[in-house]
C-alpha cells in the first residue's frame, strides 16, 4: 500500500538494495512474499518463516454460556469491514435461526465511532458490543472463552501472502476461527490446514456457517473446535526457531 509517487519509490527501490545486498540470506512471512523478495534480490536467498504463537500462552477457560463471537484488535474502516456480519446477523434473527437473547458480539480495542454507526445501521446494539482497550491477559481470557473467534482480513489482492499476527494468537486460544474479507491466500491456507476455522467469502457462505454453528450450539451448548493439534504446533515459536536455526546453518555452510 505504497501511498507515495514513482519518484520516491525509484530512490527507495535502490536505497532498499544497496541496504540488502550486503546481507547472505533473507526472510519474510510467506512463500508469495518471499516471491516477491526475490524477484528484487535475484543474489540472495529469500525463505519463508510465518508468526507464529508462543505456546507459554496455549490455554483453555470455561466456554460463555452466550453464543459469542469475539474479535480483539485494531480495526480499519473500509480495510477490516464486520459489516458482512452484521448483515448475516441481522438476516438469520429475521429468519429465527439466532435468538437475539442468546447471542453477543463483542469488540476489544480501541473504541470506534463508525463502527457505533454500523451497528445502528443493523439495528444491533443489543447484540454487539465495543469493551474498548483491555489488559493482554484479559484478552487472552475473553479468546479463550468465546464461542467464535473473528478475524477480519485485510480487503486487497495484494495481501493474499500477509498474515495477520492475531491469526496465531487465535491458535494459541484453540477456539474455531471465522475469517471474512480478503482474497484467498496464506490464511485461507492456515485454517484449512490446521482445522482451526474457515475463511468466507460472501455472506451466503458467512450465513451458512453461522447457520451451522448456531445448530450446534443449541444442540450442545457449544461450537466444537476441530483443529488438528500437531498442524497447530507446526506454528509455535519452536518450531519457528527450528526453520530460523536451518536457515542459519545452510547460510553458514554455504561460506
Request: contains cysteine.
Amino acid at each position: 500500500h505504497y501511498p507515495y509517487g514513482m519518484i520516491r519509490k525509484w530512490f527507495e527501490r535502490r536505497l532498499e538494495l544497496k541496504t540488502l545486498n550486503k546481507a547472505d540470506a533473507l526472510v519474510t512471512v510467506s512463500e508469495p512474499l518471499a516471491k516477491d523478495l526475490g524477484s528484487l534480490h535475484h543474489e540472495t536467498p529469500v525463505s519463508a518463516i510465518p508468526n507464529g504463537f508462543d505456546p507459554d500462552e496455549m490455554g483453555s477457560a470455561p466456554l460463555t454460556k452466550e453464543f459469542t463471537i469475539t474479535y480483539t484488535g485494531q480495526l480499519y474502516r473500509g480495510k477490516r469491514d464486520p459489516e458482512p456480519l452484521f448483515q448475516a446477523t441481522r438476516e438469520l434473527i429475521a429468519e429465527g435461526v439466532i435468538d437475539p437473547t442468546a447471542i453477543e458480539v463483542r469488540f476489544f480495542g480501541p473504541r470506534e465511532y463508525w463502527l457505533d454507526q454500523e451497528i445502528k445501521k443493523y439495528h444491533l446494539e443489543e447484540i454487539i458490543k465495543q469493551y474498548g482497550m483491555v489488559p493482554r491477559e484479559v484478552v487472552l481470557t475473553k479468546q479463550r472463552e468465546s464461542q467464535i473467534l473473528l478475524l477480519l482480513n485485510w480487503n486487497d489482492p495484494r495481501e493474499r501472502g500477509v498474515y495477520s499476527g492475531k491469526v496465531f494468537e487465535y491458535l494459541a486460544a484453540r477456539r474455531p476461527i471465522l475469517a471474512i474479507g480478503g482474497p484467498t491466500g496464506v490464511v485461507s491456507e492456515l485454517l484449512e490446514e490446521t482445522g482451526a476455522g474457515v475463511h468466507v467469502k460472501d455472506v451466503a457462505e458467512l450465513k451458512e456457517f453461522l447457520r451451522k454453528c448456531c445448530k450446534e450450539y443449541q444442540a450442545t451448548g457449544q461450537v466444537c473446535y476441530c483443529g488438528k493439534k500437531e498442524r497447530v504446533a507446526r506454528y509455535s515459536h519452536h518450531e519457528m526457531a527450528r526453520k530460523f536455526a536451518e536457515v542459519l546453518r545452510l547460510t553458514l555452510s554455504s561460506k
